[in-house]
């Protein structure tokens, strides 16, 4: 119920400049991911995960000496920072921080660890404008809505994480529900065919905070190849489809905080829309 409430306290398209703000700020994670740990052909070793009880994005375990170490950035309120086991062992607060000298007190805790710096990390992909041009983190004026940010991350998490449980005897199944900082979305993808990524059927299932096609957060199902646009049943509440580009069942932000009970009605959709998918495949 407080969940449901926070989420309230801002329409989702006032969330832009909070969303533009975290997305950079998780860049700092996944570069120091991208100089640390082995290259996945599908760049998975890249992402990210949701952690609650910090409200921040990890990376995976990064091992020195047998110890385990992960950094992160939480949204609510904006901190870099550096965990052992799960243990928080340092952290700065971003607050009127610059991006330079924010990567700088990064790269000293990284190598203090006896990890590789982020800062000379070339990133294999152009972030939007947006989101490039903050150099500063000035979040006075973005406090709530990060916040509310955050919440929506929380709920996507587990509402995700439940759905890829459910799927779990599914082949090849769900991948781990994680956070990609390119487009910034949460998400897992339910193989349903072994073979080729660019063939195989499946289904990817997620949570974006927003981009040039929605400007607040939707949650998304975008089975894969795509569907007939001709050929779609009516959406399950409270989304509707989405047909240029892809076609998939969308809630935006909006829809999702036109019904009662959020968490339920959230997976009722998630679930109703992954069904149809599954069908219209015909695995």
Known sequence: MEQEIALRKILPGNLVPARNIAHKAVQFATKAARANLPAAADDSH?????DSLNRAFFTQSLIVGGDEFSVGVSLSPMKLLVRKAAHVIAELDL???????????F????????????????????LPSAVESVDTFN?????LALTVLSDWFDIAHHVLSDFAKSTEELSPGPSPVRCWPHHFDIATY?????????????IGVGMSPGDDGYDQPYFYINPWPHLDADDLPEAPEPGHWHTEGFVGAI?????????????????????????????????
């Open 190 to 202: 339910v193989g349903l065919e072994d073979g080729d990524f660019e063939t195989a059927k499946g």
């Open 139 to 143: 979040l006075k004026s973005e406090y």
């Open 46 to 50: 890249s992402n990210l995960g949701w």
């Open 251 to 283: 809630a935006t932000g909006e829809e999702v905080l036109s019904v009662s009970d959020i968490p339920k009605q959230l997976s009722s959709f998630v679930d109703a829309s992954f069904a149809i998918g599954f069908e219209k495949l015909g695995v």
């Open 107 to 126: 790269d000293e805790a990284l190598e203090k660890l006896g990890l590789k710096a982020a800062s000379a990390i070339k990133l294999p992909y152009e």
């Open 95 to 105: 607050e009127d921080m610059s991006e330079a000298k924010a990567m700088a007190w």
